[in-house]
């Protein structure tokens, strides 16, 4: 990220949203929020004496809300650019970091702000989101967690400075149950394996099991997909380490009300036996959703998305980066459920894929395309609101024309034509009465 | 799609390939039914 920010030729703009998008490879047309941080980017240093004054807390995000970041403080330790932003939302206004600010670079007056780009081609890479639904208590219970939460409290830069703690009483717990496929593979939620988490749950469970010898942690699961280079053999690495793997749905989960404990319920496959523990922590795999951003992106640009939500591709297997609109490609778990090195592929295809018109300079599409007849026009305009492409627009003459890059042939306006004065070419309506014919002969 | 998944159907159906659904006006539906044809599904 940070050399990427540093490249002459890439510019970053965080903290912003894309509003709009118009025109077409070589020629989009894009709109850019650029929030307001309240923080002059340009006269920032990053010094951090503002976020020592400031006296509000709010909760961390980037921690999975389990610690608090002030009211004025970079996003997270690494972040690009390493400025300080505002959340207006809670801020009291007490103007503590303007007096502050040696720089004086925070700015309350400043404004969102629209800019427009001229850009070539665009890749769509906005990831995913973590299911967070009621399953197994979690949101009810304190110490059933999701593994982006325990990915934080593992982290040497986390809540807990990379101390293994549950949330109930900041105690380290010995026995964890991990559990997979949590809202997910499930034909009432979401029917798709997320692909990552199994190997997820192997990399905490390992990382807890090396760092604390004496814990002990199951694992329920109702396939182990290991499936990959190097993962089987990390799934048998993880198996001889001692961690348990059991092969069951956990059907039923509660919490100790005093120790805040929880008593989990499952029968293992292939056993008649019904499995009742006691655990200081459970820490849930769930399902990979669109992420908010993929949701909101498929809306301003109009993007089509598969069943599930996630973008859709060109071709599901021979062609997973591009999209149908020409100029616009998939990278990483935008597209669909991905691991990291499967999603590093897609990026690095995309950005080819990309640099392949932009090197040109030039495009070659089908010119398959609505051609109108002056003649036979009444002028009825239907054709101008069925267009989905917004590809046709009329002269001073009163006359039809069709931008042939905006128009993508699909014909509406040639079926909706009461004159037949608009045809498309290599689809004509002459065409295909001959085809119908020639299908349905008469007398057969 | 109905290739990848093996579907079978009829073989009294006839396929007519359109860039778009749009491209479908009610004038091409009349021509199939006056030729004859019992239905016509649009598939997309």
Not at chain 1, 8 to 24: D, R
Not at chain 1, 127 to 132: A, Q, R
Not at chain 1, 179 to 207: F, T
Not at chain 1, 298 to 323: Q, W
């Amino acid at each position: 990220m940070l050399e990427a920010n540093r490249h002459p030729n890439i510019e970053i703009l965080t903290y912003s949203e894309v509003v709009n998008v118009n025109g077409y490879i070589g020629n989009f047309e894009v709109e850019v929020n650029r929030k307001s941080r309240y923080v002059n980017e340009s006269k920032c240093i990053g010094c951090g004496s503002c976020t020592d004054v400031c006296p509000i807390y709010i909760p961390n995000y980037f921690d999975e809300n389990l610690s608090a970041r002030k009211c004025i403080d970079i996003a997270f330790a690494q972040a690009v650019p390493a400025i300080q932003d505002i959340a207006r939302e809670s801020c009291v206004e007490c103007f503590g970091c303007v007096d502050a600010c040696e720089q004086q670079a925070i700015d309350f007056s400043q404004q969102d702000e629209i800019i427009e780009l001229q850009i070539g081609t665009i890749i769509v890479a906005t990831g995913w989101d973590l299911y967070k639904g009621p399953d197994y208590g979690y949101g009810t219970y304190e110490n059933v967690i999701n593994q982006i939460e325990l990915e934080r409290i593992i982290a040497p830069n986390g809540p807990t400075y990379g101390h293994l703690k549950r949330p109930s009483d900041r105690k380290r717990p010995k026995k964890i149950l991990f559990i997979n496929c949590v809202g997910s593979r499930d034909v009432n939620k979401n029917p798709w394996c997320s692909v990552v988490c199994c190997n997820l749950s192997l990399k905490n469970s390992k990382l807890i099991q090396s760092e604390y010898p004496d814990s002990e942690i199951v694992c329920v699961y109702i396939d182990m997909r290991c499936a990959g280079k190097d993962y089987e053999e990390y799934y048998r690495r993880s198996r001889d380490a001692g961690i348990i793997f059991v092969k069951g749905l956990v059907g039923k989960i509660e919490e100790d009300p005093e120790t805040k404990n929880l008593i989990v319920q499952f029968e293992p496959v292939g056993t008649d036996s019904l499995v009742n523990m006691e655990v200081e922590m459970v820490v849930l795999s769930p399902a990979s959703l669109p992420s908010e951003g993929t949701v909101e992106i498929a809306r301003v640009m109009n993007m089509e998305k598969s069943p599930d939500g996630f973008l859709k591709e060109y071709h599901a297997r021979l062609d997973p980066i591009s999209t149908k609109v020409p100029g616009i490609y998939l990278a990483g778990s935008a597209q669909g459920q991905k691991t990291i090195e499967l999603a590093v592929s897609q990026a690095k295809g995309a950005a080819s894929s990309a640099g392949i018109p932009m090197g040109k300079g030039e495009y070659t599409m089908e010119l398959i395309r609505a051609t109108p007849s002056d003649e036979r026009c009444a002028k009825c305009y239907k054709c101008i609101e069925a267009c989905p492409y917004n590809a046709i627009s009329v002269n001073e003459s009163g006359n039809l024309v069709v931008d042939i890059i905006l128009c993508r042939g699909c014909g509406t306006c040639a079926a909706i034509c009461p004159s037949k004065a608009i045809d498309l070419t290599n689809f004509k309506d002459i065409q295909y009465m001959a085809i119908i014919d020639e299908l349905l002969p008469i007398g057969a | 799609m109905a290739g990848t998944i093996r579907a079978q159907y009829p073989a009294s159906i006839r396929t007519v390939l359109v860039p778009c659904t749009g491209r479908i006006g009610s004038d091409m539906v009349m021509r199939t039914f006056g030729r004859g044809a019992d239905g016509v599904m649009i598939v997309g």
